[in-house]
Nanobody
Framework: QGQLVESGGGLVQAGDSLRLSCTASGRTLSSYGMGWFRQAPGKEREFVTTISRSGSTYYADSVKGRFTISRDNTKNTVYLQMDNLKPEDTAVYYC?????????????????WGQGTQVNVSS
């Protein structure tokens, strides 16, 4: 109960778009700062973007201008809109929640995690 669940991953071509969703049953996501992280094979999990409880956002330089994080509190859902995807965006994408009021970029500052959704971008 309260587990985060990601959806929306898939296989796309470079330049395409995808929208990932993160929701939870038994947990009100508007009470948390939310983040998206990703992990490619053989690499460490890396920060992608975050949105605070108040709606402040922050992006990794690698995705700035291409990815957009948003939240719909009426649907208890956080989204990651990914445009102009590149092969280097290929990874498992994870949704995570933290209890802080300001933006957080370290995985260690997140308390709850989803199982991840695979995104593959072909060239």
């Amino acid at each position: 109960q309260g587990q985060l669940v990601e959806s929306g991953g898939g296989l796309v071509q470079a330049g395409d778009s995808l929208r990932l969703s993160c929701t939870a049953s038994g947990r009100t996501l508007s009470s948390y700062g939310m983040g998206w992280f990703r992990q490619a094979p053989g690499k460490e999990r890396e920060f992608v973007t975050t949105i605070s409880r108040s709606g402040s956002t922050y992006y990794a330089d690698s995705v700035k201008g291409r990815f957009t994080i948003s939240r719909d509190n009426t649907k208890n859902t956080v989204y990651l809109q990914m445009d102009n995807l590149k092969p280097e965006d290929t990874a498992v994408y994870y949704c995570a929640a933290n209890i802080y009021s300001t933006v957080r970029t370290s995985p260690r500052e997140y308390d709850y995690w989803g199982q991840g959704t695979q995104v593959n971008v072909s060239s």
